[in-house]
């Protein structure tokens, strides 16, 4: 079992430069998430995806964009990187009942 | 509304004592309350949960935290420390029916040999 697969692991930017961190999960759940993390902030929530077809903000959605492509699929773009999104990124996923949130393994971003 | 606050950014133990981890939380709806821990370069792994059923929750390597309604407190506790238990540990509220999960800003647990 997978569980929940980041994509790429580590990635570096200059500023103003777009990518697309991707994320999928076998586990049939309902909603997905994506996080940061910065040093003594916890994590924050960026986006979110209660279900397939719907996206909603999070704390810290400025300088992003979500796309839940299907069940399985949550894309985050960064549509031009600046220093100050340079984070760890987590996308998780919970069966909407429980709230049990199950995590990637995490994305490191460096925006020069 | 949700929130969630650990009360220490760091807590520094010996190995083979106890540890406690506070959290403190505060939810308009009966919560759902987690610790997860993060090792070193790592995703965060689920410790244990509370969702209303018994307010004394056991979860893995012998961690326990406690539900008490009356002080909103959540602590994580273990009677004894070992090397493999310094990371980071987070403490998540839930309020119910609230598809959003509140993190607290973190613990790190240092073990000393």
């Known amino acids: 079992n997978a569980g929940v697969t980041q994509t790429p692991k580590f990635q570096v930017l200059k500023t103003g430069q777009s990518m697309t961190l991707q994320c999928a999960q076998d586990m049939n759940h309902n909603s997905m998430y994506w996080y940061r993390q910065d040093p003594g902030m916890g994590l924050r929530l960026i986006y979110y995806s209660a279900s397939e077809g719907t996206t909603d903000k999070g704390e810290v959605p400025n300088g992003y964009n979500v796309s839940r492509l299907n069940k399985r699929e949550f894309s985050l773009r960064l549509e031009s990187a600046a220093p100050s999104q340079t984070s760890v990124y987590f996308c998780?996923?919970?069966?909407?009942?429980?709230?049990?949130?199950?995590f990637g393994e995490g994305s490191r971003l460096t925006v020069l | 509304a949700q929130s969630v606050t650990q009360l220490d950014s760091h807590v520094s133990v010996s190995e083979g004592t106890p540890v406690l981890l506070r959290c403190n939380y505060s939810s308009s709806y009966s919560p759902s309350l987690f610790w997860y821990v993060q090792h070193p370069n790592k995703g965060l792994q689920l410790l244990l949960k509370?969702?209303?059923?018994?307010?004394l929750v056991k979860g893995i390597n012998g961690f326990e935290a406690e539900f008490k309604k009356s002080e909103t407190s959540f602590h994580l506790t273990k009677p004894s420390a070992h090397m493999s238990d310094a990371a980071e540990y987070f403490c998540v509220v839930r309020a119910g029916g609230s598809y959003i999960p509140t993190f607290g800003r973190g613990t790190s647990l240092i073990v000393h040999p």
């Open positions: 509370y969702t209303s059923a018994a307010t």
């Open positions: 998780a996923s919970s069966a909407t009942n429980t709230g049990e949130l199950f």
